[in-house]
Structure formats: structure tokens, C-alpha cells
């Protein structure tokens, strides 16, 4: 599960990067230090998921008839990302990402 203390600045990075037409503007989830019995993993054991949450999306793309074709995902949702592409985002010193939104594979719904 997620923390979230590095979600914090959510707010203050999606007014200063507005994603156009179809893109996303994610940050990755970290990977859990600790296992579910309290074991403490070093960074050589730790696998980051291919998660992240959405911290701010573009209003869509437009369909060759310039329909605007909503997004699939919206702000605050968790989702799979790919392991490579995107582009890279580094902000304060934090990475984020941004994504079409096609290559968004998949939204994880919150038990």
C-alpha cells in the first residue's frame, strides 16, 4: 500500500504541470520496506510495483470528427503503468511521469 507522505505535494506539482490532449502526469508508488511480518528489506531485495498514482490528467484527446474522447483514468485514481516509456519529470528533487493515456494499462480499485 502506498504512504502517503510523497503524495503530498500532489496539488502543488498539478498547478505547475498541466498535462495537454491525452497525457497523464503520474508518480510511482515506492516499494514497501517492511514485509507483511515486519522484516525489514534491503534496496537490493525491495521490487518496486509497476503502480503509480494519477496527480493530474489533460482533458482528452479529439476523435478525427473533433469529438473529445474522454479519459479512461482520472486524478487520484491508482494505476498499472508500463515498465518502460513515458517520459521522465524530475520536480523538488521527485520523479514523476507522464503517460498517454492509452498506455495506461489498467486502474487498481481500492479494497
Not at 68 to 89: A, C, H, R, S, W
Amino acid at each position: 500500500k502506498p504512504t502517503s507522505a510523497p503524495f503530498r505535494t500532489m496539488s502543488a506539482i498539478a498547478k505547475r504541470f498541466v498535462p495537454l490532449m491525452d497525457r497523464i502526469l503520474v508518480q510511482k508508488v515506492k516499494a514497501e520496506a517492511k514485509t507483511a511480518t515486519g522484516i525489514l528489506l534491503p534496496d537490493s531485495a525491495k521490487q518496486a510495483p509497476n503502480w503509480a498514482k494519477v496527480l493530474a490528467a489533460g482533458p482528452g484527446r479529439r476523435s478525427k470528427d473533433g469529438d473529445l474522447l474522454p479519459m479512461n483514468v482520472k486524478v487520484g485514481d491508482t494505476v498499472v503503468i508500463p515498465q518502460y516509456g513515458g517520459i521522465e519529470l524530475k520536480f523538488d528533487g521527485e520523479e514523476f511521469h507522464v503517460f498517454r493515456d492509452e498506455d495506461i494499462m489498467g486502474v487498481i480499485n481500492e479494497e
